[in-house]
Antibody
Framework: EVQLVESGGGLVQPGRSLRLSCAAS????????MHWVRQVPGKGLEWVAG????????GYADSVKGRFSISRENAKNSLFLQMDNLRPDDTAFYFC???????????WGQGTMVSVSS | EIVMTQSPATLSMSPGERATLSCRAS??????LAWYQQKPGQSPRLLIY???TRATGIPARFSGSGSGTEFTLTITSLQSEDFAVYYC?????????FGGGTKVEIK
């Protein structure tokens, strides 16, 4: 069974950092592009970042560029999102999502909540 | 960035009715368009990709159409489990972008 499990969310003060993790299982992790997508509770979906199978190519939404960094460790079937200089408007559920190699999110994790507040 | 616009924001329907949801792209995305369903407290689920191809396990009452800038998701004969929020997403260019969503609610 394909499974994505996020962890690392929590309450953090503005300007601080947080590192999210996503543990993947049930598929050949290093065959696929992976993404982070976020959702403010009660609002819509926003793509945050994506990373190629080997980490050689990454992309970010303008809203997080320069503050967030996506990475992966294929040997451990893990995806990461390093979030620095967090702002209150980064408060959201963060989902890890598998790409079907066309840019389509064909599998999602359950999400981890990040709250940025003083 | 390609802006995706969905309409209507809310659709009030009765079970058994046919629902038609629209999605418009600010520039052509060809057929690089996906639809997702999200129920309260759950992650999104892929319904349609390539504008009209149903994902694995998606019932035939869900169908997608369109290309270029105009797309439609049709749900024939709404079932109780279909009341949810639906999002479209373009994947021709990064940044990948979503529409604002259409909530299909029980009338």
């Amino acid at each position: 069974e394909v499974q994505l499990v996020e962890s690392g969310g929590g309450l953090v003060q503005p300007g601080r950092s947080l590192r999210l993790s996503c543990a993947a299982s049930g598929f050949i992790f290093d065959d696929f592009v992976m993404h982070w997508v976020r959702q403010v509770p009660g609002k819509g979906l926003e793509w945050v970042a994506g990373i190629s199978w080997n980490g050689g190519s990454v992309g970010y939404a303008d809203s997080v560029k320069g503050r967030f960094s996506i990475s992966r460790e294929n040997a451990k079937n893990s995806l990461f999102l390093q979030m620095d200089n967090l702002r209150p408007d980064d408060t959201a559920f963060y989902f890890c999502a598998k790409d079907n190699d066309q840019g389509v999110f064909d599998m999602w994790g359950q999400g981890t909540m990040v709250s940025v507040s003083s | 960035e390609i802006v995706m616009t969905q309409s209507p924001a809310t659709l009030s329907m009765s079970p058994g009715e046919r629902a038609t949801l629209s999605c418009r792209a600010s520039q052509s995305v060809s057929s690089n368009l996906a639809w997702y369903q999200q129920k309260p407290g759950q992650s999104p689920r892929l319904l349609i990709y390539g504008a009209s191809t149903r994902a694995t396990g998606i019932p035939a009452r869900f169908s997608g159409s369109g290309s270029g800038t105009e797309f439609t998701l049709t749900i024939t004969s709404l079932q109780s489990e279909d009341f949810a929020v639906y999002y479209c997403q373009q994947y021709i260019y990064w940044p990948l972008t979503f529409g604002g969503g259409t909530k299909v609610e029980i009338k």
